[in-house]
């Protein structure tokens, strides 16, 4: 199975990646997070990426596209968080899922208005495992212990990336290049689309049940 993620920063894909993964038992790939492993471990990769990360910039389509499916080939049942983020890698993900004869299952899109995603984004905080990788929210939902993750008890850190100047650079490559994937995974008939308004206290059962029950219909 191979479940896509779509949604603008900060709007819920690695904590809604998360839940989906649980339920189906499903390897969790995001891009962010293993660019920001190879950042902190200073290797060729990850100085390439930092270079554009830390403009809100994205990493070329050639570099990202060639590792992703450096690990797609290892992997089976498998979440993409963060990818594809371009047409081209959209394009480039089908013909190498074409190539293995596998299909996409289900693109989830999580519809957040963009004023919502400077609030959520500016209020994010991390955990510093890799393996874990969980995400919180200091104002809208906070881990149990202050500064602590809830799943694996490492300290949590705030990403770098997610300051003001840099989120509003985010923001306008997601409507630039990420945007256009809603319409191309449509006219696929891949979409499931759901709206979120983080305001409310429900968010993330809501969210994931909602998406659990489309990916269901769909298997
Ligand atoms: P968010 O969705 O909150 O922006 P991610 O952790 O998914 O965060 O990504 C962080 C950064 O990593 C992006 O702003 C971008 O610079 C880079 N990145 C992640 N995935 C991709 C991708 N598929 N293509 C290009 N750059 C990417
Ligand atoms: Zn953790």
């Not at 809100?56 to 993409?80: C, H, Q, R, S, W």
């Not at 957040?112 to 955990?127: A, G, L």
């Amino acid at each position: 199975m191979y479940i896509i993620m779509l949604g603008a920063p900060g709007s819920g894909k690695g904590t809604i990646g998360n839940e989906i993964c649980d339920k189906f038992n499903l390897v969790h790939l995001a891009t962010g997070d293993i660019f920001r492993d190879e950042m902190k471990r200073q290797t060729e990769l990850g100085k390439k990426a930092e270079e554009y990360i830390s403009k809100g910039n994205l990493v070329p389509d050639e570099v990202t596209i060639a590792m992703v499916e450096g690990k797609l080939d290892k992997l089976e049942n498998v979440l993409l968080d963060g990818f594809p983020r371009t047409i081209p890698q959209a394009e480039a993900l089908d013909k190498y899922l074409e190539s293995k004869g596998k299909k996409i299952t289900a693109v989830i899109n999580l519809d957040v208005p963009d004023k919502d995603i400077i609030t959520r984004t500016s209020s994010r905080v991390i955990c510093s495992n890799k393996e874990c990788g969980a995400s919180y929210n200091t104002v809208f939902m906070p881990p149990k212990v202050e500064g602590i993750c809830d799943r694996c008890g490492s300290p949590l850190t705030k990403r770098k990336d997610d300051n003001p100047e840099t989120i509003k650079e985010r923001l306008d490559v997601y409507h630039q290049n990420t945007e256009p994937l809603i319409e191309y995974y449509t006219n696929k008939g891949l979409l499931e689309s759901i709206k979120i308004n983080i305001y409310s206290e429900t968010t993330k059962e809501d969210t994931t049940n909602e998406a659990v029950k489309r990916i269901n219909n769909r298997k």
